[in-house]
Protein backbone atom coordinates (compact mmCIF):
# COMPACT_ATOMS: atom_id res chain seq x y z
CA UNK A 1 0.00 0.00 0.00
CA UNK A 2 2.99 1.99 0.76
CA UNK A 3 3.93 3.12 -2.73
CA UNK A 4 0.88 2.91 -4.25
CA UNK A 5 0.18 6.06 -1.83
CA UNK A 6 3.40 7.49 -1.86
CA UNK A 7 2.88 7.34 -6.11
CA UNK A 8 -0.92 8.75 -5.73
CA UNK A 9 0.05 11.96 -3.57
CA UNK A 10 2.88 12.29 -5.54
CA UNK A 11 0.84 13.02 -8.77
CA UNK A 12 -0.84 15.71 -6.73
CA UNK A 13 1.70 17.56 -6.64
CA UNK A 14 1.01 19.52 -9.78
CA UNK A 15 -2.04 20.79 -7.79
CA UNK A 16 -0.10 22.42 -4.81
CA UNK A 17 0.16 25.99 -3.79
CA UNK A 18 3.41 27.54 -4.62
CA UNK A 19 3.75 27.88 -1.05
CA UNK A 20 3.68 24.06 -0.44
CA UNK A 21 6.62 21.71 -1.95
CA UNK A 22 5.51 18.31 -1.44
CA UNK A 23 3.41 16.05 0.39
CA UNK A 24 4.33 12.62 1.90
CA UNK A 25 2.48 9.80 4.16
CA UNK A 26 4.33 7.60 6.68
CA UNK A 27 3.12 4.96 8.92
CA UNK A 28 4.91 3.39 11.36
CA UNK A 29 4.05 -0.15 13.91
CA UNK A 30 3.87 1.35 17.53
CA UNK A 31 3.04 -2.14 18.88
CA UNK A 32 1.87 -5.26 18.09
CA UNK A 33 -1.72 -4.14 16.88
CA UNK A 34 -1.12 -0.33 16.93
CA UNK A 35 -0.34 1.57 13.72
CA UNK A 36 0.51 5.57 13.40
CA UNK A 37 -0.47 6.74 9.92
CA UNK A 38 0.56 10.64 9.01
CA UNK A 39 0.63 13.00 6.49
CA UNK A 40 3.30 15.74 6.29
CA UNK A 41 3.89 18.77 3.89
CA UNK A 42 6.37 20.89 3.63
CA UNK A 43 5.87 24.35 3.07
CA UNK A 44 7.62 27.67 2.92
CA UNK A 45 8.24 29.41 6.56
CA UNK A 46 5.17 30.70 7.77
CA UNK A 47 3.25 28.40 4.97
CA UNK A 48 1.49 26.26 7.68
CA UNK A 49 -1.84 26.92 6.95
CA UNK A 50 -1.23 26.24 3.49
CA UNK A 51 0.34 23.53 4.28
CA UNK A 52 -2.07 21.69 6.55
CA UNK A 53 -4.81 22.50 4.16
CA UNK A 54 -3.35 20.52 1.32
CA UNK A 55 -3.03 17.98 4.18
CA UNK A 56 -6.75 18.29 4.68
CA UNK A 57 -7.46 18.03 1.10
CA UNK A 58 -5.54 15.01 0.51
CA UNK A 59 -6.75 12.79 3.67
CA UNK A 60 -10.33 13.79 2.50
CA UNK A 61 -9.49 12.92 -1.36
CA UNK A 62 -8.38 9.30 -0.01
CA UNK A 63 -11.46 9.14 2.47
CA UNK A 64 -13.82 10.35 -0.72
CA UNK A 65 -11.79 8.00 -3.26
CA UNK A 66 -9.51 5.91 -1.49
CA UNK A 67 -6.32 4.65 -3.70
CA UNK A 68 -7.17 3.36 -7.57
CA UNK A 69 -8.05 0.17 -8.42
CA UNK A 70 -5.43 0.06 -11.39
CA UNK A 71 -2.89 0.96 -9.19
CA UNK A 72 -3.73 -1.50 -6.55
CA UNK A 73 -4.17 -4.25 -8.93
CA UNK A 74 -0.42 -3.36 -10.97
CA UNK A 75 1.53 -2.96 -7.20
CA UNK A 76 0.03 -6.99 -6.76
CA UNK A 77 1.52 -7.77 -10.11
CA UNK A 78 4.44 -6.55 -9.45
CA UNK A 79 4.84 -8.03 -6.02
CA UNK A 80 3.46 -11.05 -7.09
CA UNK A 81 6.25 -11.52 -9.36
CA UNK A 82 8.97 -10.90 -6.50
CA UNK A 83 7.38 -13.48 -4.55
CA UNK A 84 7.30 -16.06 -7.11
CA UNK A 85 11.12 -15.76 -8.05
CA UNK A 86 11.48 -15.76 -3.83
CA UNK A 87 9.42 -19.50 -3.98
CA UNK A 88 12.51 -20.68 -6.71
CA UNK A 89 15.49 -19.06 -4.79
CA UNK A 90 17.14 -21.47 -2.24
CA UNK A 91 19.24 -20.79 0.46
CA UNK A 92 22.82 -20.17 -0.15
CA UNK A 93 24.82 -20.25 3.33
CA UNK A 94 27.61 -20.94 5.09
CA UNK A 95 27.33 -23.37 8.22
CA UNK A 96 28.60 -20.14 10.39
CA UNK A 97 25.95 -17.91 8.41
CA UNK A 98 23.55 -20.29 9.54
CA UNK A 99 24.49 -20.77 12.94
CA UNK A 100 24.35 -17.10 13.42
CA UNK A 101 20.63 -16.58 11.77
CA UNK A 102 19.34 -19.57 13.69
CA UNK A 103 20.68 -18.09 17.05
CA UNK A 104 19.45 -14.76 16.11
CA UNK A 105 15.56 -16.28 15.34
CA UNK A 106 15.91 -18.56 18.14
CA UNK A 107 17.58 -15.54 20.63
CA UNK A 108 13.99 -13.68 19.19
CA UNK A 109 11.45 -16.94 20.12
CA UNK A 110 11.24 -16.84 16.05
CA UNK A 111 10.69 -19.36 13.89
CA UNK A 112 12.82 -18.82 10.71
CA UNK A 113 10.89 -19.22 7.37
CA UNK A 114 13.31 -19.47 4.56
CA UNK A 115 13.56 -17.58 1.30
CA UNK A 116 11.37 -19.72 -0.43
CA UNK A 117 8.58 -20.47 2.31
CA UNK A 118 8.33 -16.83 2.24
CA UNK A 119 7.67 -16.20 -1.20
CA UNK A 120 4.98 -18.76 -1.14
CA UNK A 121 3.45 -17.57 1.70
CA UNK A 122 3.38 -13.92 0.36
CA UNK A 123 2.01 -15.33 -3.15
CA UNK A 124 -1.16 -17.08 -1.52
CA UNK A 125 -1.46 -13.83 0.42
CA UNK A 126 -1.11 -11.38 -2.72
CA UNK A 127 -2.90 -13.62 -4.46
CA UNK A 128 -6.54 -12.59 -1.88
CA UNK A 129 -6.17 -9.44 -1.25
CA UNK A 130 -8.26 -7.11 -3.53
CA UNK A 131 -8.47 -3.36 -4.16
CA UNK A 132 -11.79 -2.74 -1.51
CA UNK A 133 -9.22 -4.73 1.36
CA UNK A 134 -6.43 -2.44 1.13
CA UNK A 135 -8.80 0.34 0.93
CA UNK A 136 -10.49 -0.42 3.90
CA UNK A 137 -7.54 -0.50 5.54
CA UNK A 138 -6.71 2.76 4.31
CA UNK A 139 -10.07 4.35 5.92
CA UNK A 140 -9.34 2.55 9.19
CA UNK A 141 -6.36 4.67 9.63
CA UNK A 142 -7.70 7.77 8.00
CA UNK A 143 -10.73 7.65 10.04
CA UNK A 144 -9.34 6.88 13.47
CA UNK A 145 -10.06 8.64 16.47
CA UNK A 146 -6.31 9.38 17.94
CA UNK A 147 -4.93 12.08 15.83
CA UNK A 148 -3.24 15.14 16.24
CA UNK A 149 -1.49 18.00 14.35
CA UNK A 150 2.05 18.56 14.84
CA UNK A 151 3.87 22.00 13.20
CA UNK A 152 7.99 21.37 12.98
CA UNK A 153 9.75 24.89 12.62
CA UNK A 154 13.61 24.97 11.34
CA UNK A 155 16.38 25.34 13.77
CA UNK A 156 15.39 28.02 16.16
CA UNK A 157 13.15 29.76 14.14
CA UNK A 158 9.55 31.01 15.50
CA UNK A 159 6.25 31.09 14.52
CA UNK A 160 2.61 32.02 16.02
CA UNK A 161 0.52 28.88 15.93
CA UNK A 162 -3.03 29.06 14.67
CA UNK A 163 -5.66 28.58 17.18
CA UNK A 164 -7.88 25.38 17.49
CA UNK A 165 -10.84 27.49 15.87
CA UNK A 166 -8.77 28.44 13.14
CA UNK A 167 -7.52 24.71 12.39
CA UNK A 168 -11.62 23.41 12.73
CA UNK A 169 -12.96 25.88 10.50
CA UNK A 170 -9.70 25.30 7.87
CA UNK A 171 -11.05 21.09 8.43
CA UNK A 172 -14.86 21.88 7.96
CA UNK A 173 -14.34 24.52 4.66
CA UNK A 174 -12.10 21.52 3.38
CA UNK A 175 -14.59 18.77 4.42
CA UNK A 176 -17.49 20.55 1.97
CA UNK A 177 -15.82 21.73 -0.27
CA UNK A 178 -15.67 19.76 -4.03
CA UNK A 179 -12.48 17.67 -4.95
CA UNK A 180 -11.67 16.02 -8.03
CA UNK A 181 -10.55 12.49 -8.36
CA UNK A 182 -6.80 11.50 -7.81
CA UNK A 183 -4.98 12.16 -11.13
CA UNK A 184 -4.50 9.09 -13.13
CA UNK A 185 -0.51 8.53 -14.42
CA UNK A 186 1.07 10.21 -17.11
CA UNK A 187 1.89 8.27 -20.19
CA UNK A 188 5.02 8.82 -21.10
CA UNK A 189 5.84 8.94 -24.99
CA UNK A 190 9.52 7.63 -25.61
CA UNK A 191 10.85 8.93 -28.83
CA UNK A 192 12.94 6.85 -31.02
CA UNK A 193 15.61 7.76 -33.09
CA UNK A 194 14.86 8.93 -36.35
CA UNK A 195 17.16 6.31 -38.49
CA UNK A 196 14.52 4.44 -37.67
CA UNK A 197 11.15 3.20 -37.56
CA UNK A 198 8.66 6.19 -36.76
CA UNK A 199 6.73 4.27 -33.65
CA UNK A 200 6.25 6.03 -30.15
CA UNK A 201 6.28 3.69 -27.16
CA UNK A 202 4.20 4.71 -24.31
CA UNK A 203 4.94 3.48 -21.07
CA UNK A 204 3.48 4.66 -17.24
CA UNK A 205 5.63 6.51 -15.04
CA UNK A 206 6.02 4.93 -11.54
CA UNK A 207 7.92 5.09 -8.78
CA UNK A 208 9.37 1.78 -7.18
CA UNK A 209 8.87 1.03 -3.55
CA UNK A 210 7.73 -1.42 -0.68
CA UNK A 211 3.54 -2.23 -0.65
CA UNK A 212 0.90 -4.11 1.16
CA UNK A 213 2.69 -2.45 4.64
CA UNK A 214 0.40 -4.33 7.21
Known amino acids: MTSVLSDQLLRQRDGLSAQVGNIVARRSDIASETVAFALFADVNPGSHLDGLKVVFQERDRLKRYGLRQEDIN ?20 TFSDWVQILNVSWSNGNAY ?3 QARGTAAAD ?3 T ?15 APDTLIQFSFPGKAHWP ?3 AKTIDALEAAVATAPLAKPQAPRPVTVPTSQNRCGLAVARTAKTS ?6
Open 161 to 163: LPM
Open 209 to 214: GDAWSE
Open 125 to 127: LLA
Open 113 to 115: YDT
Open 74 to 93: AERQRLLKVARRMKTKPEMR
Open 129 to 143: ITPEEVNARLSSWLN
